[in-house]
């Protein structure tokens, strides 16, 4: 339980960071904002045409009665649009990440700097277009791992009773995972951790990551919220990951900026 807590206690901390850093704070917004345009086209277009898509891909169904016919189709279409804000869920973070991986890289890094007992930050020493590789190579990976989630929990959700209580819960903190791994993913891959190791080193510590993730997952099914918090969750997960690496952060720094509730000031080992 107390993973559980200081997961949560680094999201608030990486929002306080971006608070005292204006600047770092209004670039990190761009990249979600660009995101959440894309999206929000997409959507409306979806609203306005998903039901002409569901007739034109159920031609069989042309000879139906009424109102089996339209039971049926306004049935898929709602399923459509559903399965697509889970999809808009389960991506925002991974799309946002990847347009913002200029802004977010120096945002973690200075995070690193500002916290780190020497004031230097960890670097790839890769060029750019190696790391926009590794990282849109990885968020697939990693999107594809959380559909199949998705589908599996979509399908329970049929299960009576089951379906409406268990399943929702195991949905957010699923999600909450996957958002975690791909937050954490902008630090931890500057240290050259791979996905494989990234993901070996999440699940030893899952209700850390567990309590970071979902409440930010939850928050993130508020329209427009995403954007305004991802710079803060981009922050905390850079603390969070130093914490997963069991790194020494600088005496009194995890109040002002810094990493681990400090009562020591020193980050706790993973572990």
Same mark, same amino acid.
């Given at each position: 339980?107390?993973?559980?807590?200081?997961? !949560?206690?680094?999201?608030?901390?990486?929002?306080?960071?971006? $608070?005292?850093?204006?600047?770092?704070?209004?670039?990190?917004?761009? %990249?979600?904002?660009?995101?959440?345009?894309?999206?929000?086209? #997409?959507?409306?277009?979806? #609203?306005?045409?998903?039901?002409?898509?569901?007739? @034109?891909?159920? /031609?069989?169904?042309?000879? @139906?009665? &009424?109102? @089996?016919?339209?039971?049926?189709?306004?049935? =898929?279409?709602?399923?459509?649009?559903?399965?697509?804000?889970?999809? &808009?869920?389960?991506?925002?973070?991974?799309?946002?990440?990847?347009?913002?991986?200029?802004?977010?890289?120096?945002?973690?890094?200075?995070?690193?700097?500002?916290?780190?007992?020497?004031?230097?930050?960890?670097? &790839?020493? =890769?060029? =750019?277009?190696?790391?926009?590789?590794?990282? #849109?190579?990885? &968020?697939?990976?990693?999107?594809?791992? #959380?559909?199949?989630?998705?589908?599996?929990?979509?399908?329970?959700?049929?299960?009576?009773?089951?379906?409406?209580?268990?399943?929702?819960?195991?949905? !957010?903190?699923?999600?909450?995972?996957?958002?975690?791994?791909?937050?954490?993913?902008?630090?931890?891959?500057?240290?050259?951790?791979?996905?494989?190791?990234?993901?070996?080193?999440?699940?030893?510590?899952?209700?850390?990551? @567990?309590? !970071?993730?979902? %409440?930010?997952?939850?928050?993130?099914?508020?329209?427009?919220?995403?954007? !305004?918090?991802?710079?803060?969750?981009? $922050?905390?997960?850079?603390?969070? $990951?130093?914490?997963? =690496?069991?790194?020494?952060?600088?005496?009194?720094?995890?109040?002002?900026?810094?990493? $681990? /509730?400090?009562?020591?000031?020193?980050?706790? %080992?993973?572990?």
């Amino acid at each position: 339980m107390r993973d559980l807590g200081a997961g !949560f206690h680094y999201l608030l901390q990486g929002q306080r960071w971006v $608070a005292r850093h204006g600047r770092q704070y209004g670039f990190g917004l761009l %990249p979600g904002l660009i995101t959440l345009v894309l999206y929000l086209a #997409a959507l409306v277009s979806l #609203a306005l045409w998903g039901e002409d898509f569901v007739g @034109w891909t159920t /031609p069989f169904a042309d000879d @139906w009665s &009424s109102p @089996w016919q339209g039971l049926f189709r306004g049935f =898929l279409t709602a399923v459509l649009f559903a399965l697509a804000l889970l999809l &808009s869920v389960l991506t925002f973070t991974a799309v946002t990440l990847l347009i913002g991986q200029p802004f977010y890289e120096n945002l973690s890094e200075k995070v690193d700097r500002d916290v780190s007992p020497d004031g230097t930050a960890p670097e &790839s020493g =890769l060029p =750019l277009w190696r790391e926009l590789w590794i990282s #849109a190579r990885d &968020s697939v990976r990693i999107v594809v791992r #959380a559909l199949l989630w998705a589908v599996l929990l979509f399908a329970l959700g049929f299960v009576p009773f089951v379906g409406q209580t268990v399943v929702p819960v195991i949905g !957010f903190f699923v999600t909450g995972f996957f958002l975690t791994e791909e937050l954490t993913a902008v630090a931890l891959q500057r240290r050259g951790v791979d996905l494989r190791e990234r993901l070996t080193l999440l699940r030893s510590r899952k209700t850390l990551v @567990w309590g !970071f993730g979902t %409440p930010l997952g939850l928050s993130f099914l508020v329209p427009f919220v995403a954007v !305004f918090l991802m710079p803060g969750a981009v $922050a905390g997960a850079t603390l969070m $990951a130093r914490d997963l =690496l069991g790194e020494d952060t600088a005496a009194g720094a995890g109040e002002d900026g810094g990493s $681990a /509730p400090a009562d020591e000031g020193v980050s706790r %080992p993973a572990g």
